[in-house]
């Protein structure tokens, strides 16, 4: 995760992060605890990506939305599957679509699961966060 913060800046982006109280605000909002690896992007840039991921929700002045996107979005598409309350949802784009990852799996990095609007189920996507991130990161070079 360092190497891409350290990309960011390098290109010019003006990211700022959050402290251990607005982090700690999350986990208990949503009574879960983040992998380290998601806490690390929270403290380096989770309060503001200067444009990078512009147009995607997962910043800190949505972040408490997240979760009722994606529930509406399953609703919209009559979808069988529930969220369980340790998937947080990270990451939301224009409506269409999520990222999540499961905290229960308490590891410091967790597989990233996206649903689609009209897929019904969620599939695994990466690996790792810092794997979605790269995927992010490469899209911008």
Known sequence: MNEIIKK????GFNIEG?????????????KVNLPEDYKYFLKSMGLNGD???RGEDCFYDKIFELRNYATELLEEDRSNFKLKPTHFIFYNHQGYKFAFF???DNNTDS?????FEGDLIPSKRHESFLE????RLDMIV
């Open 132 to 135: 979605f991130f790269r995927e």
């Open 111 to 115: 597989s990233i699961y996206y649903y």
């Open 51 to 53: 444009g990078f991921m």
């Open 18 to 30: 959050l402290n251990s109280l607005q982090i700690k605000k999350i986990e208990d909002f949503y």
């Open 8 to 11: 960011l800046k390098m290109k």
């Open 102 to 104: 499961d905290t229960a």
